[in-house]
Each structure stands twice: as C-alpha cells, then as structure tokens.
DNA sequence: CAGTTAAACAAACATTTGTTTGGTTAATAT
DNA sequence: ATATTAACCAAACAAATGTTTGTTTAACTG
C-alpha cells in the first residue's frame, strides 16, 4: 500500500485547507444563481463534492460562508478596477474613470459568480451581518468616490450625481446583459461618453 | 360547480374578499423588507392577524402570493407614471420623461412596498414564475422604451442606451436613497440634466 | 327560525432547514 | 510502528417550512 509513490498525491495540493477555495466557489455559485436564503448547505456540499456537515468543518456556519464570499469577491473587483486604473492614461480622468467602469462592469458580467454575489442585494435578516457586507462594499466604492472627484466638471456639485448614476447604471446592467451583447468595455464607454458630452442635438462627439 | 367569476375588486360585498387587501399588503411588506424566499407564510399571516393556514382560503400558494403582489405593484406604478406623462407637456419630450422618471423614483422610494417588490431581484427557483414576472415588469418599461425614442437625440442610435442609464439609476437608487435626503423629483431632474447636456466643462445650455 | 357560506382556527402533515456529534480514513510527523 | 491530525462521513437533532385537513364561528339569506 505504502509502496506508491507520492507522484498520484499532487503536490501542489497542500494538505491543509486545500478545499477551502472549492466550497467557496460552490458557495458563490449558488448564491448568485438562488440568492442566499434560498440555497441551502446541502446545495453547496453537494456541488463541493462532500456532505452538508462537512462544511463545517472549514466553516462555522452558513452566515461565515456568506461573509467569505463577500470578501473574496470585493477582492477580486477590486483588484481589477485597481489594475484597470493603474493601466489607464494618468492625464485623462475621464479615460481613467471609464477604465474603471469597464473593469467594473467585467468583473460583474463575464467575470465569476463573486463580484454578482457583492453585487446583489444583501440579506436583511441580521443587521449585524448587513451591516458587515455594506462596509465592505462602500470600501470598495470608495475608489469612484476618489475617480470622479478628479473630472474636470461643469459643475463640481455633480460629482456626486455622476457616481450614482455610472455605479447604478452598472450594478442594474446584470439584469438586461447578454453575452451575446455589446461587451461590457463598450457598455462603459456608452456609459461614459453620454454624461460626459450629453445628448442635446448639436454636441460634438 | 359553479364557477364564480365574482370581481375581487369590488367593494359592493364587503363581507366577500374584504381581507384580501390586507393579506397583500403584509406579504408585500414582508417581501420588501426580507425577500421572498426569506419570508414565512407565518410571518405573512402574522401582520395580517390570522394563522398562516388561513392565508390558504385567499390565496392558493406562497408562490400565488407573490405574483399578486408583482402585479399590484406593476400596476401602481404605471398609473402613476401614466398619469405624471399626461400632466407633462406634451411639447418637451425632455420634460415627459423627467416627469415619468420622477413617477418611477417617487412609486419606488416614497411609496408603498409593493414597487420596490417589482423591482427587486426576482427569484430563480421556479423559471416559469420568473419569465412571469420578468414579463410583467418588462411590460410596464415599455413606457420608457416610448419616452426615450421620443427624444431629439444627437445621436438616435442612444435611445436604447439612454433608457438603460436612467432606468438603471433609478432602480439602484433604493440602496443608497434616504427620506431625508434629496427628493425623488430633484433627483429625477439631476439624472435627466446630466444625459441630456453632459458634464463636459462649457457646456451649460 | 333554519340553511348557507365566507372566513378563520387548531392541529397536524411531511419535508427541509442549519447545525452538532461521534466515528472513520489516510496522510504526516515522531 | 505509533501518535497525531486534517478531512470527511454518517446519522441524528430540533426547529422551521409550506401546505392540508377537519372543525368552528359568525354573518348573511330565505
């Protein structure tokens, strides 16, 4: 028995906590498909490949599990929308901030089922808990806050304004997107070029 | 078997379907506030006064319950909508649908439950109760397909781009919007503003 | 009055839920 | 080999779930 080599046991499977990032992603896959309140531990187990109580064995309860997949997701958005921007044209804000969009936009529309599940309406049940996923987010939106501040604007009270409109805008789009549809960087520079220039006849392009 | 088609509206028989009201208005409570699958027909049944088996003479299901309410709430808001674009000069195609989009965030954010139950993310448990529901609230946007189309657009490939910003925008309003903050209407007039003239420097009409 | 019926109750139903517990396996370390 | 421990299973748990059933109450009608 003991005869076998380790060669079969992948060594790039470290002994511990090497499961921990499949039930996460089963995790995030049911969330974003049922929501949270509708899926059940049985749901992710299964799709993880092991029982119910097993999970938690790396997770203490269903709530944890949520709160992971809310991190791992604000991570990963945000490191996109981070890269996105450091990439961009440092002179142009607006270039800067629709590259931002466009990140923003990919990670929630072809990217996984994480940055949709940060995205989505949050579970109102504890308050506690809500009130753990919205810091986590706000954290994240934080990064527009700074991106629209930098545009030369009209009138520097709509700062405000732009941001809610271009994040609403966004988030709603996982309603109407299809693959098979405009890609979410040309989403962002419609999105973009229409409050930057407006739509009243005669505006340049 | 006789097949009463007695009209549920009606208030000639008080005594008949007079709880109906009442039961709705409690689950579109409970679904703002919880989410569907998150709500209990006990919880329902319980801010109606009753026991939950006692919802089962007025409605045949939790599932019955809930399109109940999609379609009251569908109808609320395209009355008022309807009715502010009828108020609205019928020679500013800006003006109309400022006016229908401040119906919109007014129904969403100052009403009563059931609009932001429309518009919340929809269950994806059963498809044939989504496609359901999507087509009701489908429905009632193209209101705004027509609003848009009508616009003096620079460019009129924008229309359906336009329609997805302020319809986007204002349905992502919920999660930042505060009573006592900026008014439904303002906030209608601060997104039409800002698409229709741009925020590019020097372009103040 | 009796007869009918809308409306609700009380209680149970069978599942499903999140979670706990104790035991089992196999890899690792000593 | 022995001990340890990460990882999982198998089974159960109490509570909660949507729904059904038989019965009761009270209002209307003839």
Redesign the interface.
């Known amino acids: 028995m003991d005869g076998q080599t380790a060669l079969d046991t992948d060594a790039a499977r470290p002994r511990v906590n090497n499961r921990r990032a499949g039930i996460l992603n089963a995790a995030a896959y049911r969330f974003r498909?049922?929501?949270y309140?509708?899926t059940t531990m049985r749901d992710i187990a299964s799709d993880a490949g092991m029982l119910a109580g097993s999970l938690y064995y790396h997770f203490k309860s269903k709530t944890a599990l949520l709160i992971a997949v809310h991190e791992e997701g604000v991570r990963r958005i945000a490191d996109a929308v981070d890269s996105a921007v450091i990439a961009a044209d440092p002179a142009d804000p607006w270039k800067r901030l629709e590259a931002a969009l466009a990140a923003h936009l990919n990670s929630l529309l072809d990217g996984g089922d994480y940055a949709q599940v940060v995205i989505?309406?949050l579970?109102?049940?504890e308050p506690e808990l809500r009130a753990t996923l919205i810091k986590l987010r706000d954290d994240y939106e934080d990064r527009f806050r700074a991106l629209v501040d930098a545009?030369?604007?009209?009138?520097k009270q709509?700062a405000g304004?732009?941001r809610?409109?271009?994040?609403?805008?966004?988030?709603?789009?996982k309603t109407?997107y299809r693959p098979d549809g405009t890609p979410p960087a040309e989403i962002a520079a419609?999105?973009i070029r229409?409050?930057?220039?407006?739509?009243?006849?005669?505006?340049t392009?």
């Open positions: 498909r049922q929501g309140a509708a989505r309406d579970p109102a049940d545009l030369p604007l009209s009138n709509d304004w732009l809610l409109i271009l994040l609403g805008a966004a988030n709603w789009s109407w419609h999105f229409i409050v930057k220039n407006g739509e009243t006849p005669g505006s392009t």
